[in-house]
């Protein structure tokens, strides 16, 4: 099995809070109501609000939102991760990819604040793919198959799977 996580961007490869995010516009969905779990200010120098992408690329988890909810048991130690952002446009760019290093299958209730009820998936450590080479304009469709409305994850099939890895290894030879 193989998953696909829909991240929001981050301008500083996924490892720390966004720089001026009002300025960027790859950061513009951060502002909708319901993307992210405290939004930024329009004006901020860097970065006030609260997502899970900003330390995605240095605590190496994902959770599972809605809080209190948890991850099944589709998704196991060992798998790929596919990781994408949708770009102003639309369009998908995939710009990590990783193994489930282990799966929370329940919530956690102690710890940081920010993370008390949502359950996660532990990743191996991995660093953003290469910005120039990222396969980029990609459609939901390309992508899942179908139109990607809410949730911020899919299950790969293992031809959706293939699909990524022929994607990933013409441009960075992974596979």
């Known amino acids: 099995?193989?998953?696909?996580?829909?991240?929001?961007?981050?301008n500083q490869t996924w490892r720390a809070p966004c720089v001026a995010p009002g300025k960027d516009e790859?950061?513009?969905?951060c502002f909708e109501d319901g993307r992210v779990p405290h939004a930024p200010q329009k004006d901020d120098a860097v970065?006030?609000?609260?997502?899970?992408?900003?330390?995605?690329?240095?605590r190496h988890e994902?959770?599972?939102?809605?809080?209190g909810n948890a991850f099944g048991d589709r998704v196991q130690t060992g798998d790929q991760v596919f990781l994408v952002h949708r770009e102003p446009g639309g369009r998908y760019t995939i710009w990590g990819y990783t193994h489930v290093?282990?799966?929370?299958?329940?919530?956690?209730?102690m710890g940081d604040a920010n993370r008390i009820g949502y359950a996660f998936l532990k990743?191996?450590?991995?660093?953003p793919l290469s910005a120039e080479?990222?396969?980029?304009g990609l459609s939901a469709e390309e992508l899942v198959g179908a139109?990607?409305?809410q949730g911020c994850y899919r299950y790969l099939d293992i031809a959706e799977a293939e699909r990524f890895e022929q994607l990933l290894e013409d441009r960075h030879g992974i596979g």
Do not use: K
């Open 26 to 29: 790859r950061c513009a969905l």
């Open 101 to 109: 290093f282990s799966v929370e299958r329940q919530p956690r209730n």
């Open 123 to 127: 990743l191996d450590d991995f660093t």
């Open 47 to 58: 970065c006030s609000g609260f997502c899970w992408e900003r330390e995605l690329c240095s």
């Open 147 to 149: 139109q990607w409305g």
């Open 133 to 136: 080479t990222r396969p980029r």
């Open 1 to 10: 099995m193989a998953i696909v996580i829909r991240t929001l961007f981050n």
């Open 62 to 67: 994902w959770p599972c939102t809605p809080q």
